[in-house]
């Protein structure tokens, strides 16, 4: 059988507070599903603990913002106090916590803001929550929606308590607590400011800063101690947002944020700059990487194409040189020794072997009789033996006649070799193999490697250098431009860009200008309408989605 209180049917509790109990409730008049908090039995009778609850539920009651819970009603049936108020079926902030684990840096600041913008419509309204924590924050569902509940050791600023019945001030959560909270000083809307920001400390970092065994060695550590170095598990954490945190939880209020609008404009900014580092990052490579990067490749691809086809074009050249000159030797060689090797006179043959030794690019000279005896050698172990074949791999070039141009190989030297037959009188009277190396053609095509690749750096560093300093003359005006964009996005059209250029960006920043001057010039007729007509600003909020929900819907 289900429980009344007054006109509404209790359901099962939904939780449990220190003063009350809270039921999921059914209000069968308007047909609709709330939560009813009631005190609790021991304090009912106690006229300071009916007083507490009341000014609960005289604080809430008067709020009407998105992100406070709405009081639809307060009344007492059978002495015991109750308020019936919006019911939540999001989970609280520590729950999620506890089932989902840690958020990240982007997910903070979302919840930041919306807790500083309920906090500052509550501080206007004069009203200090003074126990802002995970556990009384409430996700909506939404897209890390929060609203704020539990106002029950809310002080109004502006309606004290009757004499000698006012509440003490000292209550609320001790890891949250402001310092002057804890000395019993005067309270203002800076002592929810500093739990709020204690309360972004823990989502960012995973523990409470002042945390200790016991709550006497907690709330020391708030009055004396600093808090440690916030060190947040997300790494995408901007340093701004540690600023603003660590500025929150200073230990006089004159040094925090005074207000939550202020707060919240700076958890703004942050989430603007978060937002457009995600941008950038999913845009890539910023140009000033992207452009000289693929310049480089596009200049090093055709360079290394050019040099590619220089390097064997040069090669080609260079070897037929090689091979006119080793062929011309060998013919005149071939001339000058033909009398000797057909008279047989193997003296005369060596004699002029030993003196063209002396050019330095041969390397090997043999000359062999018809017979293919060699006669005359460079090499002293050869002289008298039939003549070897020294061609290793296939042959490079065929000149006239028998003639032949191949490599061989000699104590891992490269060498060119030249065959040639010995004529006389238009008859074959021996054979020659001449020697010739290598290393001067290899010498000059590393040299002309060297110097391509020289040149090839250099002209990838220039034009990497170019690239860079020109992208970085465009990364100025676009940042301009993506600032002033990002101040529009935030409401305020007061900015303009001074900057002048004779270019596409100077008409993108005119066109600018002109776009903030007239959305400034709409702004301020609406603010003109709003003060002749507030009714003005309710039709605009409707229009745009943003209707306000009445405290009592009854």
């Keep these: 059988m289900a429980l009344n209180l007054g006109r509404y049917e209790l359901g099962p509790e939904i939780g449990r507070g220190n003063m009350a109990v809270v039921h999921r409730a059914f209000d069968p008049?308007?047909?609709?599903?709330?939560?009813?908090?009631?005190?609790?039995?021991?304090?009912?009778?106690?006229?300071?603990?009916?007083?507490?609850?009341?000014?609960?539920?005289?604080?809430?009651?008067?709020?009407?913002?998105?992100?406070?819970?709405?009081?639809?009603?307060?009344?007492?049936s059978n002495g015991k106090p109750f308020m019936a108020m919006e019911l939540l079926e999001g989970a609280t902030l520590q729950q999620r916590l506890d089932s989902e684990g840690p958020l990240s840096a982007r997910e903070v600041v979302d919840?930041?803001?919306?807790?500083?913008?309920?906090?500052?419509?509550?501080?206007?309204?004069?009203?200090?929550?003074?126990?802002?924590?995970?556990?009384?924050?409430?996700?909506?569902?939404?897209?890390?929606?929060?609203?704020?509940?539990?106002?029950?050791?809310?002080?109004?600023?502006?309606?004290?308590?009757?004499?000698?019945?006012?509440?003490?001030?000292?209550?609320?959560?001790?890891?949250?607590?402001?310092?002057?909270?804890?000395?019993?000083?005067?309270?203002?809307?800076r002592a929810d400011l500093y739990a709020l920001g204690v309360l972004l400390y823990r989502l960012l970092s995973g523990r409470l800063p002042f945390a200790r065994?016991?709550?006497?060695?907690?709330l020391d550590a708030i009055l004396n101690k600093r808090a440690p170095r916030l060190r947040s598990r997300d790494e995408q954490t901007p340093d701004a947002l540690i600023s603003i945190v660590e500025t929150l939880m200073s230990r006089l209020p004159v040094d925090r944020y005074q207000?939550?609008?202020?707060?919240?404009?700076?958890?703004?900014?942050?989430?603007?700059?978060?937002?457009?580092?995600?941008?950038?990052?999913?845009?890539?490579?910023?140009?000033?990487?992207?452009?000289?990067?693929?310049?480089?490749?596009?200049?090093?691809?055709?360079?290394?194409?050019?040099?590619?086809?220089?390097?064997?074009?040069?090669?080609?050249v260079m070897t037929q040189l090689v091979f006119d000159y080793g062929g011309s030797m060998a013919e005149v060689i071939a001339t000058e020794s033909a009398e000797d090797l057909l008279l047989g006179d193997a003296v005369a043959v060596q004699a002029m072997v030993e003196d063209m030794q002396r050019n330095q690019q041969m390397v090997y000279l043999r000359l062999s009789d018809h017979n293919g005896r060699v006669m005359a050698s460079t090499e002293a172990d050869e002289r008298g033996e039939l003549a070897s074949n020294l061609f290793t791999g296939e042959i490079l070039a065929r000149g006239e006649g028998e003639q032949q141009v191949g490599r061989y190989r000699d104590d891992g030297a490269e060498r060119f070799l030249f065959q040639s037959p010995v004529i006389y009188q238009d008859r074959v009277i021996g054979g020659l193999a001449l020697g010739i190396s290598a290393r001067p053609l290899s010498g000059a095509l590393r040299t002309s490697l060297v110097a391509m690749g020289a040149l090839m750096v250099a002209t990838i560093l220039t034009v990497l250098l170019g690239a860079y300093v020109l992208s970085r003359r465009l990364k100025l005006p676009l940042r301009v431009l993506g600032s002033?964009?990002?101040?529009?996005?935030?409401?305020?059209?007061?900015?303009?860009?001074?900057?002048?250029?004779?270019?596409?960006?100077?008409?993108?920043?005119?066109?600018?200008?002109l776009m903030t001057e007239s959305l400034q010039g709409q702004q301020e007729s609406e603010r003109s309408q709003?003060?002749?007509?507030?009714?003005?600003?309710?039709?605009?909020?409707?229009?745009?989605?943003?209707g306000t929900q009445p405290i009592d819907s009854e």
């Design 111 to 189: 919840i930041g803001i919306q807790l500083a913008e309920a906090l500052d419509y509550a501080h206007r309204a004069g009203v200090v929550h003074r126990d802002v924590k995970a556990e009384n924050v409430v996700m909506t569902g939404q897209a890390m929606g929060v609203k704020l509940t539990d106002f029950g050791i809310a002080r109004l600023l502006q309606e004290g308590a009757e004499e000698g019945e006012a509440v003490s001030a000292v209550v609320g959560t001790p890891n949250y607590m402001a310092p002057e909270q804890i000395r019993d000083e005067a309270v203002d809307g």
């Design 213 to 218: 065994g016991t709550t006497r060695a907690t």
């Design 484 to 513: 002033g964009l990002d101040r529009v996005a935030a409401g305020d059209y007061s900015y303009r860009i001074r900057m002048r250029r004779r270019d596409e960006f100077g008409e993108a920043f005119a066109r600018y200008n």
């Design 259 to 316: 207000t939550g609008a202020e707060l919240a404009e700076d958890l703004r900014q942050v989430q603007l700059e978060m937002d457009s580092q995600k941008r950038q990052a999913g845009w890539g490579m910023p140009i000033s990487v992207k452009w000289p990067a693929a310049l480089g490749l596009m200049v090093a691809l055709i360079l290394v194409l050019g040099a590619t086809a220089v390097y064997y074009h040069q090669r080609a």
């Design 530 to 546: 709003q003060r002749r007509d507030p009714s003005v600003a309710v039709r605009q909020r409707l229009s745009r989605g943003q």
């Design 29 to 76: 008049r308007l047909q609709r599903q709330l939560a009813v908090k009631i005190l609790h039995a021991e304090f009912s009778g106690e006229k300071r603990h009916r007083r507490a609850f009341l000014a609960e539920a005289h604080a809430a009651g008067r709020l009407s913002h998105p992100g406070i819970t709405t009081i639809h009603d307060v009344g007492e």
